[in-house]
T-cell receptor, first 117, second 112 residues
Framework: KAGVTQTPRYLIKTRGQQVTLSCSPI?????VSWYQQTPGQGLQFLFE???????NKGNFPGRFSGRQFSNSRSEMNVSTLELGDSALYLC????????????????FGNGTRLTVT | QKEVEQNSGPLSVPEGAIASLNCTYS??????FFWYRQYSGKSPELIMS????GDKEDGRFTAQLNKASQYVSLLIRDSQPSDSATYLC????????????FGKGTLLTVNP
């Protein structure tokens, strides 16, 4: 079974631009979460989607948005990029999105490394 | 602001020793706790999940949870060089849905 696939692996953008990152979850997984990882702040939760609905959102500005499609694939968008948005963006999928299910752990993709210059 | 604090590293242990990793959290209502391992340049992978007070063992790994003290720990017995990685403690704050708050991690080095 293929794992969580994130594209692209690397991105270089300029301040003020916008960027879209893509995530394909493991086949059959209906929950997709996004996290930002930086050396200073560590891993921080961005949002979680289940059946095309955003169920939770982290403490990020409105420039960060996401969506989930009917096939569970997800995209996140960052508008008006700032230097501080440089990070590794990780997507994770879960079968049910329910933390109490022992057979529904989070599986992380390899991430998209975004560099803003 | 819900916080997860891990003991500052790096932690260095000899091969075969027990490595002890600790974590405290601030959100008293949290019910789900996780330990992830992240190798350099790789994505996090789940090692253990724990939901009830007490110990949970899986092979060489034991997770311990004390909700009264808001404390979670991970013991790695018979540490191997392949265990060298950053260990991340995560606490769920999204009720039954995934919304993990991660600690900043402890870098473990196991010396042959």
């Amino acid at each position: 079974k293929a794992g969580v696939t994130q594209t692209p692996r690397y991105l270089i953008k300029t301040r003020g631009q916008q960027v879209t990152l893509s995530c394909s979850p493991i086949s059959g997984h209906r929950s997709v979460s996004w996290y930002q990882q930086t050396p200073g702040q560590g891993l921080q939760f961005l949002f979680e989607y289940f059946s095309e609905t955003q169920r939770n959102k982290g403490n990020f500005p409105g420039r960060f948005s996401g969506r989930q499609f009917s096939n569970s694939r997800s995209e996140m968008n960052v508008s008006t990029l700032e230097l501080g948005d440089s990070a590794l963006y990780l997507c994770a999928s879960s079968l049910s999105g329910d933390v109490s299910w022992p057979n529904s752990p989070l599986h992380f993709g390899n991430g998209t490394r975004l560099t803003v210059t | 602001q819900k916080e997860v604090e891990q003991n500052s590293g790096p932690l260095s242990v000899p091969e075969g020793a027990i490595a002890s990793l600790n974590c405290t959290y601030s959100d008293r209502v949290s019910q789900s706790f996780f330990w992830y391992r992240q190798y350099s340049g790789k994505s996090p992978e789940l090692i253990m999940s724990i939901y009830s007070n007490g110990d949970k063992e899986d092979g060489r790994f034991t997770a311990q949870l004390n909700k009264a003290s808001q404390y979670v720990s991970l013991l790695i017995r018979d540490s191997q060089p392949s265990d060298s990685a950053t260990y991340l403690c995560a606490v769920n704050s999204g009720g039954s849905n995934y919304k993990l708050t991660f600690g900043k991690g402890t870098l473990l080095t196991v010396n042959p």
